[in-house]
């Protein structure tokens, strides 16, 4: 196996205020008594106490149809549930309500803005090699109409934005990228990215599910056109459900890929046969009933990390990956994720991934294994994960590579 890298370059803590008691904040997760460590909130984020209480009041409240006012329904108790959520997670990332809406997974929220694009034959498209599948399928298909898809290739882990200038010119209509990588954990400058594409007429289009609830947001300092997310990993909230930000000016014009009884301002048709207008608003994107047992649940995701503070969260993560990295570092690990990388997503090639990973297991150790491309190793804390964990991972990898060639 072959592993080699300089020493990492690990910042000074700097928190002004109070810092949280993340080791108290441990005992919300009832998996974390279960495991050794759980290092892979990438793939999967542990659920907290209030999170599954919150899955619960909605099954009670389904069950019991109980508290229902008089003159009302169960359907309007969640319409105004999902409002709230709304409001919450705009103010989560800096956005207004009326640019969220809600979707069933982040794909749902990608294609809406790649196929609201009113694509000309000619056109093109630009994203990474990096990019996440869901993004290069719907990419692909726009091939079909003569729409020249382009893709920067990462140089050590990195993609750069000279890469990325280089393939942008005046018929590019959407740079698609994701926040933080899902493959190695690289992290983009979405304000850098913004200037690109504006200055040639064209939308930045962001897949942030590995960034939301795992580093600070300010959508609109960022610049972005279109951001799309699912809260199940970082934002320790359900599966099913997912939202997407698109900034208030675009929305007249990105066409709903799929309509339905929920679109227009006025849902019901029979008088005249005759559909109603479309909301000036991002709710237009909601045609059908949403998963409401998901946004009781998100909800309480976004209050519980609203509680902690996202920027403490990120200085958590950042701390414990820092911390990650440099003891890999001792190791000659050759790392996948570039130096300098503010994300809690940290990658380093391995040769026989899939015995690492299965040895890592039977030490009730999780993390991910992936064979794209070269073989390796993610790992990915978040801030209830602590210093016990990072030895541990470290214990069983000294453990476990006994023996192989280093």
């Known amino acids: 196996m072959k592993m080699e890298e300089k020493g990492a370059n690990v910042p000074k803590t700097d928190i002004s205020g109070k810092s949280p008691d993340f080791e108290a904040i441990r005992q919300d997760f009832p998996t974390i008594k279960k495991v050794r460590a759980y290092l892979d909130t990438a793939y999967v984020g542990l659920m907290p106490l209030s999170v599954r209480a919150a899955h619960e009041e909605f099954l009670e409240e389904m069950i019991q149809f109980a508290p229902l006012p008089p003159d009302s329904t169960i359907l309007r108790v969640w319409l105004q549930k999902t409002e709230q959520v709304r409001a919450k997670l705009a103010s989560f990332i800096g956005a207004k309500d009326k640019e969220i809406a809600f979707t069933y997974c982040t794909g749902c929220g990608a294609n809406v803005a790649l196929n609201g694009i009113d694509w000309q034959a000619g056109d093109n498209a630009v994203s990474d090699d990096l990019e996440y599948p869901t993004d290069i399928h719907i990419l692909n298909a726009l091939k079909k109409g003569g729409v020249d898809i382009r893709f920067a290739r990462s140089e050590k882990g990195r993609v750069t934005l000279d890469t990325l200038e280089a393939l942008v010119d005046k018929r590019t209509r959407a740079l698609v990228v994701s926040h933080i990588s899902s493959r190695n954990g690289f992290r983009h400058n979405l304000s850098q990215l913004a200037d690109l594409i504006h200055s040639y007429g064209g939308y930045l289009v962001v897949d942030g599910t590995q960034s939301i609830g795992a580093v600070e947001i300010d959508i609109k300092k960022e610049k972005v056109d279109v951001f799309t997310a699912a809260p199940y990993k970082w934002l320790i909230g359900p599966p099913g459900v997912g ?83 440099e ?21 380093f090639f391995i040769d026989d991934e899939k015995t690492f990973g299965r040895k890592m297991r039977e030490k009730n150790i999780f993390v991910s294994v992936n064979s794209w491309k070269e073989p390796h190793i993610r790992i990915s804390p978040h801030f209830y994960n602590n210093e016990e964990d990072i030895e541990a991972f470290m214990n069983a990898f000294s453990s476990i590579l006994k023996g192989w060639v280093v």
């Open 243 to 325: 939202f997407f930000y698109i900034r208030e000016d675009l929305i007249p014009l990105f066409t709903p890929d799929r309509l339905g009884w929920a679109s227009p301002e006025s849902p019901d048709p029979s008088e005249t046969m005759e559909s109603g207008p479309l909301p000036e608003h991002a709710r237009r994107y909601e045609y059908g009933t949403l998963n409401f047992e998901g946004m009781y649940a998100l909800d309480a995701a976004l209050d519980y990390l609203s509680r902690i503070g996202i920027g403490f969260i990120e200085q958590r993560n950042l701390e414990l990956i820092y911390m990650l990295r």
């Open 327 to 347: 003891r890999l570092c001792a190791k000659k690990v050759r790392f996948y994720t570039p130096e300098d990388n503010p994300a809690p997503i940290l990658a």
